[in-house]
Antibody, heavy 123, light 112 residues
C-alpha cells in the first residue's frame, strides 16, 4: 500500500536551516510528481511547493521562494524540502502528498498524504 | 493568485440530515486541457487531510457515496447526505488548475 513518511521536523531558531524528508513506498515513486503542503497551528492548508516526476520543474509559493528548495532522489524514493532562513511564520506541520502520474496535470494529485512533521521556528 | 472562498465557516448538522458546503473561485478553474481541477478534502481532528473528490465530481476510492461534488467554472459545492458522526471535521476545497495552488479557508462540520 502507498505510504509517505515525513521526518526532519523540530525546533529551530529564526534564520537557521532545516531539511525535511519524505520516504515513499508502495508505488513507483519516479512516475509521480510530489507536493509539500503546510498547516500552521490551528490554521488552514497551504501549498508550499511541487516537483515534477523527473525533477525537471519545481514551483514555489511566493512566501518561500528563494528560501526553500524542493528536490527528490528517485533512486532512494525520497522527497526533500530544504528550508533556509526560517522565520516564525514558517512554523507549521509539513505534509508531503503524492502528485499526479507522468502525463496528468502536473499540479494535481493529493490522493495520498503523510502524517506530517512539525517545524517550530522560535528563539 | 486564485482566491478560494468557502462558506459557511461552521456548519452544525443533525445526524441523518444533509450538509452543503460552497466554494467559489475568483477566476475560472477550467484548464486549457478542458478539465476543471477542483478537489475536496476532509480533515478529521488530529489527522492528515484525505481527498474525497477530484475534478469537481469524481469520488475517490473508498469514499462513501453520501459525498458528492458538483459545480462548474467558479462555483462548486460539496454535499454530504445522511450525515454521520464520523463526518465531523474540517472540509477544504483546493484548486490545482493555476499555480500557486490555493485552498479554501475550510468549513468545520459538527454534529448538533
Amino acid at each position: 500500500q502507498v505510504q509517505l513518511v515525513e521526518s526532519g521536523g523540530g525546533v529551530v531558531q529564526p534564520g537557521r536551516s532545516l531539511r525535511l524528508s519524505c520516504a515513499a513506498s508502495g508505488f513507483t515513486f519516479s512516475n509521480y510528481g510530489m507536493h509539500w503542503v503546510r498547516q500552521a497551528p490551528g490554521k488552514g492548508l497551504e501549498s508550499v511547493a511541487v516537483i515534477w516526476y523527473d525533477g525537471t520543474n519545481r514551483y514555489y509559493v511566493d512566501s518561500v521562494k528563494g528560501r526553500f528548495t524542493i528536490s527528490r532522489e528517485n533512486s532512494k524514493n525520497t522527497l526533500y524540502l530544504q528550508m533556509n532562513s526560517l522565520r516564525a511564520e514558517d512554523t507549521a506541520v509539513y505534509y508531503c502528498a503524492r502528485g499526479e502520474i507522468l502525463t496528468g496535470n502536473p499540479f494535481g494529485g493529493f490522493d495520498y498524504w503523510g502524517q506530517g512533521t512539525l517545524v517550530t521556528v522560535s528563539s | 493568485d486564485v482566491v478560494m472562498t468557502q462558506s459557511p465557516l461552521s456548519l452544525p448538522v443533525t445526524v441523518g440530515q444533509t450538509a452543503s458546503i460552497s466554494c467559489r473561485a475568483s477566476q475560472s478553474l477550467v484548464h486549457s486541457d478542458g478539465n476543471t481541477y477542483l478537489n475536496w478534502f476532509q480533515q478529521r481532528p488530529g489527522q492528515s487531510p484525505r481527498r474525497l473528490i477530484y475534478k469537481v465530481a469524481n469520488r475517490d476510492s473508498g469514499v462513501p457515496d453520501r459525498f458528492s461534488g458538483s459545480g462548474s467554472g467558479t462555483d462548486f459545492t460539496l454535499k454530504i447526505t445522511r450525515v454521520e458522526a464520523e463526518d465531523v471535521g474540517v472540509y477544504y476545497c483546493l484548486q490545482d488548475t493555476h499555480w500557486p495552488l490555493t485552498f479554501g479557508g475550510g468549513t468545520k462540520v459538527e454534529i448538533k
